[in-house]
């Protein structure tokens, strides 16, 4: 959605909790202390199987940028869930903003050739943002089965008051095709395929290890996301963090 990357999420970003420093940046995006669970999807516990036989598949065409709202239900940490607005609305040609309220902001564009990117995100919880030079890829312009993505972008960490810097560094991340599962959502019983993306985020005062799995029906879009996020403040304290996202409307 996001994401997180985000996710994001962010889609999400209410990740590991680095209370000290307030910089967890949990962007559901970030990665780096710890392998990650192998039991974490985007829909649970539910396999997904592999697909070998269909041509490569138009990031666009999985995340179709048009404007929608609805309500999510959002899950951290394995709190009861809350049922969330949201909204995709657009800013200018090409440019989007998603909103999940009181969580999170991320501000999305599609490149001519049709890569979608986030150049800024904003988590509301923690009253920061941060920005991506260049923009950080959340799905390429092709996307196939055993093709991974790699890429990095800089990183700046603001104060969303002021605007002050509170911290810069590198995300380098990876996506891939896990492959598909059938998922029921408000489009009907229908296969989502499940993009899944790594990132690694060195920042001078903490670095994070990000899981992102996140399903898309083609045409139709974002329905669910999970995030598993471990951080290390300090290289002294570590702390994890799990969010769940799901579609209803």
């Not at 996001?2 to 970003?13: A, G, Q, V």
């Not at 697909?51 to 598949?57: L, T």
């Not at 040609?93 to 904003?122: C, F």
């Not at 312009?141 to 700046?156: D, K, R, T």
């Amino acid at each position: 959605m996001l994401s997180r990357i985000r996710s994001i999420p962010r889609d999400r970003f209410s990740w590991a909790r680095a209370g000290a420093v307030g910089l967890s940046l949990s962007l559901g995006l970030v990665s780096c202390a710890g392998p990650p669970r192998s039991d974490v999807s985007a829909s649970g516990r539910q396999a997904v199987q592999p697909i070998h036989s269909v041509p490569p598949i138009l990031g666009s065409k999985l995340y179709p940028l048009k404007e929608r709202s609805g309500h999510i239900e959002y899950r951290v940490d394995g709190a009861p869930p809350r049922l969330l607005p949201y909204r995709l609305e657009p800013l200018g040609p090409s440019r989007w903003r998603w909103t999940l309220d009181s969580v999170r902001v991320a501000y999305i564009s599609q490149t001519d050739e049709g890569t979608i990117v986030i150049d800024r995100e904003e988590e509301l919880s923690k009253g920061v943002s941060v920005e991506y030079q260049p923009a950080l890829v959340l799905l390429p312009q092709y996307i196939s089965q055993g093709l991974v993505v790699h890429g990095s972008s800089q990183m700046v960490v603001r104060n969303l008051v002021d605007g002050t810097v509170r911290d810069r560094g590198l995300c380098s991340y990876t996506i891939q095709l896990l492959g598909a599962q059938k998922v029921t959502s408000p489009f009907g019983t229908r296969d989502a395929y499940i993009i899944k993306t790594i990132r690694n985020i060195k920042l001078s005062l903490a670095s994070s290890l990000v899981l992102i799995e996140v399903g898309y029906i083609p045409h139709r879009g974002w329905i669910m996301e999970g995030i598993q996020e471990s951080t290390r403040v300090l290289q002294l304290f570590e702390a994890k963090a799990y969010e769940r996202l799901r579609l209803i409307d």
